[in-house]
């Protein structure tokens, strides 16, 4: 019982906690949800955000260091689109091996994920590394790549707004736009895509590949800019990896993974206090995140068993 | 003599439908059977019967006289019965031994699976590289492994369906002298076959099914074409019960020449040396000809693998020939065979469905609300009957799922329309409305329709004018001069001059 007031104080006992913890970790969740839910709705099987997440912060990092003299807005401006291009790169390298080879992409991005986490702890131990060559990590980025913050005394950045506006983005695309629907149908039925709707689903495939790599590239951007100021090896606990999560809870729909990314956000935000207060591992929350999963997939498999059930009672009815 | 194998009075039923009704066939050692029969008649399930894939509800199966049971095909193995199917059976991504030693038990032993391939080629002269891909191999060695994968189970009975549908003139002459060599040496086989002519002369028997049931058994030689096609088709009068009556019955348009273009130049299609050799190399297609004219419904005859698949395609706008012209209408409607898969998205809506066609080509925002109108008024056209036009197509009974296919086709492409086995599965209501749908003469000029079946009696329904495909190549069907007679049709898809 301690343990879970301690949960909920720390997800959203305080304006600080909800404000300076949850939705600070809600916001990269948020983005990479959204880049798995894109892909996924494709049928493309990207399990890579981890990896061009970690892109995208490399680059955004990199342009930091680099243009740190420039005036603020552009600065902020060329790490939003280096970390966008970085993670659509790194995707992209996924999704030529499957277009030219035949790579599944299920193998080649999480491969692909640890060569993103081997990269980036060369790239701070050489190119990157802090002028006095001790720690492993960047340099510091100056106050011109230092993302504003939205509320005063708290943590949470302006990640939030671009994040909330990517889902509000991608919602509108799938639902409104003709290119949307392609990617809905391509996802739903290859076959019928292709062969009724003429929809030439490769390429349809190729550009929700490089839109799901750009949605995590920008969560490493935002992370960057937003809490860490530097790059390391430790900047992400997995959120790519818990993002397929997040939009499997959202069953899929940007909408959703808007409240699924507060709700995990909440979660990792409580169990940090869950462990400082009641000295409950915070393992425990991943054993809870996972049987959540596990019961909306059960849930969701159900439902869709008995409605074919009820179907197929009155196919034969007839 | 006892027979090597003996079906009696075999009865098969798929749900309503009567596949088999007292069959039966009776195949001597040392001999070369052919099976034959129109689409439908039970050729293939008899013989999967005898191989223990499907059981049948009554009848009898011996072997060299002794009844016997097969609860599956491990059974009829072990009688020494393989088949090879129209369809191979093979691994792609294993290696030719591989798939040798695919079914046997025990350890897997590399060695001994590649030296049993080569033995085995060594004996019958089916030569085959043992560490070779299942998948790089051509249809022809593909062919020759599934026979090899049978002999490596010590058949002695070997089962053909269709072999020489998807091979070149040069390997079905190589197969058919093998075969003959096979039988010579004491192996028995039985020939599952739409090819009529080859049939008869590799044959020493003939055994011909009708509607489930056995209507002749003879010795080959000796028997003419006319004699089996009267027996395929059976007595022409009663035959066509689909059929419409001749008042009825649409007229052709006048000029209705194959190669040559009409006087007008009007054609909706005209195909002009059209081939199609797919990814695996088979030639599908050679030298078509054909043209097709507003308000023509050319009906298209062909056992499968004739080539009538790929035919449709093209006019289709759905596959690209390797040679050849082709003239066609910008937008083609098409009603595939496969409509769950490659007409329809079953998790989306009915409208979401409806927008499919022309998806392609689509800018910027969907316009739902008038999507969303078109859609209804294909429903209230075509009776389909729905909750609402938000509802998931899955929730569509297949007859209501063919009429939103139809619907939307005719209404993206108005000039044409190419459909294949519109009906297949359908109950009769439902099959009656499709039908009538696709040949509905509606707007001016008319459209063209294309329109297959693998029913003859369906197209024959319908048609004003019958092409038919046999082994790739696209013929002419000269109209019978009485009515109901289905003779010229059987000799086309039979491939009889």
């Not at chain 1, 929809?199 to 799901?212: K, P, Q, Y």
């Not at chain 1, 939009?247 to 169990?271: I, M």
């Not at chain 1, 498999?301 to 007839?318: D, F, K, N, P, Q």
């Not at chain 2, 043992?130 to 998948?135: D, L, N, Q, S």
Request: proline share 4%.
């Amino acid at each position: 019982m301690e343990a879970l007031i301690a949960l909920w104080d720390g997800a959203f006992g305080s304006a600080y906690a909800f404000w300076s913890a949850t939705l600070v970790r809600a916001t990269p969740l948020l983005l990479v949800g959204l880049a798995v839910a894109l892909a996924f709705r494709a049928g493309v099987l990207n399990i890579g955000a981890e990896g061009q997440l970690l892109a995208g912060a490399t680059a955004a990092t990199a342009v930091a260091l680099a243009a740190a003299s420039l005036p603020r807005p552009l600065v902020i401006g060329a790490m939003i689109i280096a970390g966008v291009v970085a993670g659509a790169l790194w995707a992209g390298i996924a999704a030529v091996l499957r277009r030219r080879f035949g790579v599944m992409e299920v193998i080649s991005t999480i491969m692909l994920n640890f060569v993103a986490l081997n990269l980036v702890s060369w790239v701070i131990r050489g190119p990157l590394q802090e002028p006095l060559r001790i720690y492993p990590q960047s340099a510091t980025i100056s106050a011109s790549g230092r993302w504003p913050l939205l509320i005063e005394g708290q943590r949470l950045h302006l990640g939030f707004i671009l994040a909330v506006a990517c889902a509000a983005a991608a919602w509108w695309v799938l639902a409104r736009t003709a290119t949307g629907f392609r990617v809905r149908a391509v996802g739903a039925g290859t076959s019928a895509a292709a062969s009724a709707g003429g929809i030439d689903t490769e390429r349809t495939i190729m550009g929700v590949f490089l839109a799901s790599g750009a949605l995590a590239g920008l969560a490493g951007a935002s992370e960057v800019g937003g809490i860490t100021w530097a790059l390391y090896e430790g900047i992400s606990p997995g959120y790519g990896y818990t993002a397929i999560a997040v939009a499997l809870l959202a069953r899929l729909d940007a909408r959703w993974v808007a409240a699924s990314a507060l709700f995990f956000g909440a979660l990792e935000a409580g169990a940090a206090s869950m462990q400082r207060r009641a000295g409950v591992p915070s393992v425990v929350v991943q054993v809870i995140v996972a049987l959540v999963v596990l019961s909306v997939l059960a849930l969701a498999r159900w439902r869709a068993v008995a409605a074919e059930r009820a179907l197929v009672v009155r196919a034969e009815g007839l | 003599m006892t027979a090597r194998l003996a079906l009696r009075g075999v009865r098969k039923r798929f749900g309503a439908t009567v596949a088999l009704d007292d069959a039966h066939c009776e195949i001597r050692a040392g001999t070369v059977h052919a099976l034959l029969g129109e689409n439908g008649a039970g050729k293939t399930t008899l013989m999967r019967i005898a191989f223990g894939i499907i059981t049948p509800e009554s009848g009898v199966i011996e072997v060299d006289g002794a009844p016997v049971r097969f609860r599956s095909s491990a059974d009829a193995i072990a009688q020494g019965i393989g088949m090879v199917h129209q369809h191979f059976m093979l691994v792609p991504a294993m290696t030719v031994a591989e798939n040798v030693a695919l079914g046997g038990r025990g350890r897997f032993d590399r060695a001994a699976a590649e030296e049993r391939t080569r033995s085995i080629g060594r004996e019958t002269g089916l030569l085959l590289d043992p560490g070779a891909k299942a998948g790089e191999l051509g249809v022809g060695a593909q062919q020759r492994l599934e026979i090899v994968k049978a002999l490596a189970h010590d058949a002695r009975i070997l089962i053909l369906d269709e072999p020489t549908a998807v091979l070149s003139p040069g390997e079905t002459t190589e197969l058919y002298s093998w075969l003959r060599r096979f039988a010579a040496q004491g192996g028995t086989v039985v020939l599952i076959t739409h090819r009529l002519e080859e049939a008869l002369e590799i044959a020493d028997d003939v055994t011909i099914l009708r509607a489930g049931r056995t209507v002749l058994e003879s010795a080959a030689p000796g028997l003419d074409s006319h004699t089996v096609i009267a027996a395929l088709t059976g007595d022409p009068a009663s035959s066509s019960d689909l059929a419409v009556a001749p008042q009825e019955r649409p007229t052709a348009p006048t000029d209705s020449a194959m190669h040559a273009s009409p006087a007008g130049g009007d054609a909706v299609f005209s195909l002009e040396g059209v081939g199609y050799v797919d990814a695996a190399g088979v030639r599908r297609l050679s030298d078509v000809n054909l043209w097709v004219a507003p308000g023509e419904i050319l009906g298209v005859i062909g056992v499968e693998g004739a080539g009538q698949r790929e035919l449709l395609r093209i006019l289709a706008g759905r596959l690209q020939p390797t040679s050849g012209t082709v003239k066609r209408p910008a937008q083609v409607g098409f009603v595939p065979e496969d409509r769950s898969r490659d007409a329809l998205i079953p998790s989306m809506s009915l409208v979401e469905n409806f927008a499919l066609a022309g998806a392609s080509s689509r800018r910027g925002l969907m316009d739902w609300s008038r999507l969303d109108a078109e859609t209804n008024q294909v429903i209230n056209e075509l009776d389909v009957r729905t909750s609402s036009a938000d509802a998931r197509v899955a929730t569509l009974s297949g007859g209501n799922q063919q009429k939103l296919v139809v619907g939307r086709e005719r209404a993206v492409a108005r000039a044409a329309l190419v459909a294949e086995n519109p009906t297949r599965g359908l109950d009769i209501r439902a099959s009656e409305r499709v039908r009538r749908e696709i040949s509905a003469r509606r707007g001016t000029p008319a459209p063209a329709v294309i329109y297959h079946s693998s029913d003859l009696d369906e197209v024959l329904a319908v048609a004003t004018r019958v092409v038919a495909c046999f082994a790739g190549r696209v013929t002419a069907v000269v109209p019978p001069a009485t009515e109901g007679d289905r003779t010229p049709y059987a000799k086309a898809l039979m491939g009889v001059e």
